[in-house]
């Protein structure tokens, strides 16, 4: 019995290029829509490889390997290839940080979820039974108290406002503010 991964193709698709991709499972066994596809996450790939904060080096490492998998693509029958896994193995190895032959790991990989990424989580808010604005209006008092807090702390331990606003990254004037209403 063959292995029908057509749902798996269209979920991986999907996690590139979301909704656009729906309902597309039944391309997975046709060679040529498939290889559409694969291309247009690599576009998105690449797009993403470009806004990453890393070496210069790493970046055009990453872009070496999706052009490498990009010109695989345009192979005919490579799909399910010895070739094509070998150059999806090299693309993840450089995105966990692997370089050269060595084993060794010279570029460590972090993640982290911006504000936006934060709240767009569901399990972050809506099990509270909260909404949006709700749980925005709290993390943003929660905020403003730890902030007044190491601010009134910075300034016991002597340093000036302009220091304390280059420490929490917002205005002197902020500072002042904040000092006024602790």
């Known amino acids: 019995m063959k292995n029908d991964y057509r749902m798996d193709f269209e979920c991986c698709i999907r996690q590139f290029l979301g909704d656009e991709a729906y309902h597309i499972a039944d391309f997975a066994n046709d ?102 604005h709700e749980i925005h209006t709290e993390e943003t008092k929660n905020v403003i108290t730890w902030k007044k807090s190491i601010c009134r702390v910075l300034k016991e331990k002597g340093l000036n406002e302009n220091t304390i606003a280059r420490i929490l990254n917002i205005t002197e004037y902020q500072v002042k503010k904040m000092r006024h209403n602790l």
């Open 31 to 132: 060679d040529t829509s498939a290889r559409l596809w694969y291309r247009k996450c690599i576009k998105k790939m690449k797009k993403r490889v470009d806004s990453l904060d890393t070496t210069t080096r790493h970046k055009e490492m990453l872009l070496m390997e999706l052009n490498d998998l990009e010109e695989r693509l345009k192979q005919k029958k490579v799909l399910g290839s010895k070739e094509l896994v070998v150059d999806l193995f090299q693309l993840i190895s450089r995105l966990f940080g692997y370089d050269v032959v060595s084993g060794k790991i010279y570029n460590e990989p972090f993640y982290h979820q911006t504000y936006g990424q934060y709240f767009m989580e569901e399990t972050s808010w809506k099990k509270a039974g909260k909404n949006w």
